[in-house]
C-alpha cells in the first residue's frame, strides 16, 4: 500500500534517497489509492423517519430536537430581524452547536518538500462518500470520545505541548446561513516526527493538493477552510515571478503583496466595521415548534417549508466501516437546491482585486463577514422583484466563458448537512468594467484577504473556499 505524495516531477526512479519508499506518491497512485479506499471500506446512507433517530428526540415543550447526552448539536427554532428591504424578518430552524472542533492539517518535509497530512474520510452528507479531509476533523464531542468510540488519529499533534510547530492557528465561521455562531479552530502543524501512517491517510505537496481543488467533490469544506490559511512560506518560492502578463501571474503577485492596492487595510477594517455598525441583525433563538406559524412544516421524515425552497431537515441512518463510530444515526441540514459562488476579480493599475462583499446571515456571530461577489442559492430569488435579486448575479450567471477561470463544483460540511452543493467561479471581468454603487462591496488584493484570515469571523466559509481555489492557481 502507497500512502503518500511528493512533487510529481521527481522520476520515481530517481528520487532522492532522503525521501522515504513509503513517502512517494505521483497523482496516478494518489488516485489508485484513494479509489482502493473506497473500495476497501463499507458505507451506507439511508434517509428515516425521525422516530427511528436513536439517541435523538424531539424535546415535550419546546420541540427542538436535540441529543440525549445533551452534546453534539441541536436544531432549534431562529428568527431574525435585519433592516434589508426584502424579507427583512424571518424564521428558520438553525444548527447549533456551540462546542469548536479541530480542523488541522499536520505538516512534514519530505527532501525539503512541504506535505500535508490528508485523510480520505467518508461523511454521510457527501454526494460521492469519500472526500479529502484534514488530517484531524473532529467535533469536541468525538475527540472527547463523548460517542464512546475510538480515539480520533493524530488530535495528539494539535494538543497543548505536542512537539509540533504551529504555523497557522485561528478560530474561523462556518456557514451562517444554517449555524447559529458556529466556528471551528483551523490549525496547521509542522513536524519533524517520524509519523506512523494509517492506511486512510496519505502525504499530498501543496502542488498536488492545488491539482485536486480543481476537481469536484474531491476535496471536503474542511480542508479548503484549512488550506486557505496555509502561511505563504510554504507556498512555490517562484510564485509570481514569471513577468509573463498572464493570469497566473497576476494571481501570485497579488497573493504575495507586490503591486499597489486600491485601499490600504485601514481603510477596509474601518469600511467593515462601519458596515458591522449600522447593520441591523437580530436573532433570537425560538422553540422550533413555534416556527410552524412562519410556514416550516414538521413531517414524520422531513421539516420543509411550504413554499418548496430553502432547506429541509432529514434524518440519517449511517454505516461507515473507517470511522470512529461504525454505525449511528443522526438529522441533517438538506438544501432544496445548489448555490452559487462568484468571485469577480480585475486587475486594477495592475493589480488583480477581487470584489468582496459584507454579507449577514441568519447565524452569523459578529453582524456581518467578507464573501464573495455573489453568494446565494439563485432559486430563492426566482419571484424576488428585479430590484432585490442579488447585485451581480444576472452577470455571474451570463458570464463569456473565456473569462471564467476557475468553475468547480465543491460539498459542503458532509457532516450536518445532505448533498449540499455549490458551484464556485472565479471570473475575470472587462477592463471597462465598473462596480455598482453599493457600499456592501469593495476591491480588495488577494493579499489583503489573506493578512484578514489572521482575525476571527472576517472572511466566510465560502470565501476561504475561494481563497484555497485562488492558490492552485
Same mark, same amino acid.
Given at each position: 500500500?502507497?500512502?503518500?505524495?511528493?512533487?510529481?516531477?521527481?522520476?520515481?526512479?530517481?528520487?532522492?534517497?532522503?525521501?522515504?519508499?513509503?513517502?512517494?506518491?505521483?497523482?496516478?497512485?494518489?488516485?489508485?489509492?484513494?479509489?482502493?479506499?473506497?473500495?476497501?471500506?463499507?458505507?451506507?446512507?439511508?434517509?428515516?423517519?425521525?422516530?427511528?433517530? /436513536?439517541?435523538?428526540?424531539?424535546?415535550?415543550?419546546?420541540?427542538?430536537?436535540?441529543?440525549?447526552?445533551?452534546?453534539?448539536?441541536?436544531?432549534?427554532?431562529?428568527?431574525?430581524?435585519?433592516?434589508?428591504? !426584502?424579507?427583512?424578518? !424571518?424564521?428558520?430552524?438553525?444548527?447549533?452547536?456551540?462546542?469548536?472542533?479541530?480542523?488541522?492539517?499536520?505538516?512534514?518535509?519530505?527532501?525539503?518538500?512541504?506535505?500535508?497530512?490528508?485523510?480520505?474520510? =467518508?461523511?454521510?452528507?457527501?454526494?460521492?462518500?469519500?472526500?479529502?479531509?484534514?488530517?484531524?476533523?473532529?467535533?469536541?464531542?468525538?475527540?472527547?470520545?463523548?460517542?464512546?468510540?475510538?480515539?480520533?488519529?493524530?488530535?495528539?499533534?494539535?494538543?497543548?505541548?505536542?512537539?509540533?510547530?504551529?504555523?497557522?492557528?485561528?478560530?474561523?465561521?462556518?456557514?451562517?446561513?444554517?449555524?447559529?455562531?458556529?466556528?471551528?479552530?483551523?490549525?496547521?502543524?509542522?513536524?519533524?516526527?517520524?509519523?506512523?501512517?494509517?492506511?486512510?491517510?496519505?502525504?499530498?505537496?501543496?502542488?498536488?493538493?492545488?491539482?485536486?481543488?480543481?476537481?469536484?467533490?474531491?476535496?471536503?469544506?474542511?480542508?479548503?477552510?484549512?488550506?486557505?490559511?496555509?502561511?505563504?512560506?510554504?507556498?512555490?518560492?517562484?510564485?509570481?515571478?514569471?513577468?509573463?502578463?498572464?493570469?497566473?501571474?497576476?494571481?501570485?503577485?497579488?497573493?504575495?503583496?507586490?503591486?499597489?492596492?486600491?485601499? %490600504?487595510?485601514?481603510?477596509?477594517?474601518? !469600511?467593515?466595521?462601519?458596515?458591522?455598525?449600522?447593520?441591523?441583525?437580530?436573532?433570537?433563538?425560538?422553540?422550533?415548534?413555534?416556527?410552524?406559524?412562519?410556514? !416550516?412544516?414538521?413531517?414524520?421524515?422531513?421539516?420543509?417549508?411550504?413554499?418548496?425552497?430553502?432547506?429541509?431537515?432529514?434524518?440519517?441512518?449511517?454505516?461507515?466501516?473507517?470511522?470512529?463510530?461504525?454505525?449511528?444515526?443522526?438529522?441533517?441540514?438538506?438544501?432544496?437546491?445548489?448555490?452559487?459562488?462568484?468571485?469577480?476579480?480585475?486587475?486594477?493599475?495592475?493589480?488583480?482585486?477581487?470584489?468582496?462583499?459584507?454579507?449577514?446571515?441568519?447565524?452569523?456571530?459578529?453582524?456581518?463577514?467578507?464573501?464573495?461577489?455573489?453568494?446565494?442559492?439563485?432559486?430563492?430569488?426566482?419571484?424576488?422583484?428585479?430590484?432585490?435579486?442579488?447585485?451581480?448575479?444576472?452577470?455571474?450567471?451570463?458570464?463569456?466563458?473565456?473569462?471564467?477561470?476557475? %468553475?468547480?463544483?465543491? /460539498?459542503?460540511?458532509?457532516?450536518?448537512?445532505?448533498?449540499?452543493?455549490?458551484?464556485?467561479?472565479?471570473?475575470?471581468?472587462?477592463?471597462?468594467?465598473?462596480?455598482?454603487?453599493?457600499?456592501?462591496?469593495?476591491?480588495?488584493?488577494?493579499?489583503?484577504?489573506?493578512?484578514?484570515? /489572521?482575525?476571527?469571523?472576517?472572511?466566510?466559509?465560502?470565501?476561504? /473556499?475561494? =481563497?484555497?481555489?485562488?492558490?492552485?492557481?
Amino acid at each position: 500500500m502507497v500512502h503518500s505524495a511528493i512533487h510529481e516531477d521527481t522520476a520515481r526512479d530517481g528520487r532522492s534517497d532522503a525521501v522515504a519508499d513509503d513517502a512517494v506518491m505521483s497523482m496516478a497512485d494518489f488516485h489508485s489509492w484513494f479509489n482502493a479506499r473506497a473500495r476497501a471500506n463499507s458505507f451506507q446512507v439511508d434517509r428515516i423517519p425521525f422516530a427511528d433517530l /436513536s439517541g435523538w428526540d424531539f424535546e415535550p415543550d419546546t420541540g427542538n430536537l436535540v441529543h440525549a447526552s445533551g452534546r453534539f448539536f441541536s436544531v432549534e427554532g431562529l428568527r431574525v430581524r435585519t433592516d434589508r428591504p !426584502w424579507v427583512s424578518e !424571518w424564521a428558520q430552524p438553525i444548527i447549533v452547536q456551540p462546542e469548536i472542533g479541530v480542523l488541522g492539517i499536520l505538516v512534514k518535509r519530505f527532501d525539503g518538500v512541504p506535505h500535508c497530512l490528508m485523510q480520505a474520510k =467518508m461523511e454521510p452528507g457527501n454526494i460521492n462518500g469519500l472526500q479529502i479531509s484534514p488530517t484531524v476533523q473532529a467535533t469536541r464531542s468525538n475527540y472527547m470520545k463523548v460517542h464512546g468510540g475510538a480515539a480520533t488519529k493524530y488530535m495528539e499533534y494539535f494538543r497543548p505541548g505536542s512537539r509540533g510547530r504551529v504555523l497557522f492557528d485561528g478560530l474561523q465561521s462556518e456557514q451562517g446561513s444554517w449555524f447559529l455562531h458556529k466556528r471551528n479552530r483551523n490549525i496547521v502543524v509542522e513536524t519533524d516526527d517520524d509519523v506512523p501512517l494509517d492506511e486512510d491517510f496519505c502525504w499530498l505537496t501543496l502542488d498536488q493538493i492545488r491539482r485536486l481543488l480543481r476537481l469536484d467533490h474531491m476535496v471536503n469544506m474542511d480542508s479548503r477552510t484549512v488550506l486557505a490559511c496555509v502561511p505563504p512560506a510554504l507556498a512555490r518560492p517562484d510564485e509570481g515571478t514569471t513577468g509573463d502578463g498572464s493570469f497566473v501571474e497576476a494571481v501570485h503577485r497579488s497573493l504575495s503583496g507586490r503591486g499597489r492596492a486600491v485601499h %490600504d487595510p485601514g481603510h477596509i477594517l474601518s !469600511w467593515l466595521t462601519e458596515v458591522r455598525a449600522r447593520q441591523e441583525l437580530v436573532q433570537r433563538r425560538v422553540p422550533l415548534k413555534e416556527i410552524a406559524e412562519d410556514g !416550516w412544516r414538521l413531517g414524520h421524515d422531513v421539516i420543509d417549508h411550504r413554499d418548496g425552497k430553502y432547506f429541509d431537515v432529514v434524518a440519517v441512518a449511517v454505516e461507515a466501516s473507517n470511522r470512529e463510530v461504525t454505525a449511528w444515526t443522526q438529522p441533517l441540514v438538506a438544501p432544496r437546491q445548489s448555490g452559487l459562488l462568484a468571485l469577480l476579480v480585475k486587475r486594477i493599475g495592475g493589480t488583480l482585486h477581487a470584489l468582496v462583499q459584507a454579507r449577514s446571515d441568519a447565524g452569523t456571530l459578529n453582524i456581518a463577514e467578507l464573501t464573495a461577489t455573489v453568494h446565494c442559492q439563485p432559486g430563492n430569488y426566482t419571484d424576488a422583484p428585479a430590484e432585490y435579486r442579488p447585485p451581480y448575479l444576472d452577470y455571474a450567471l451570463a458570464a463569456a466563458t473565456g473569462r471564467v477561470r476557475l %468553475d468547480v463544483v465543491h /460539498s459542503e460540511e458532509g457532516g450536518r448537512f445532505y448533498h449540499a452543493q455549490n458551484r464556485y467561479l472565479v471570473i475575470e471581468v472587462e477592463d471597462d468594467f465598473a462596480a455598482e454603487p453599493d457600499d456592501r462591496f469593495l476591491w480588495t488584493t488577494l493579499s489583503q484577504l489573506m493578512s484578514l484570515l /489572521s482575525h476571527s469571523n472576517y472572511l466566510t466559509v465560502e470565501l476561504r /473556499s475561494l =481563497m484555497a481555489g485562488m492558490r492552485s492557481f
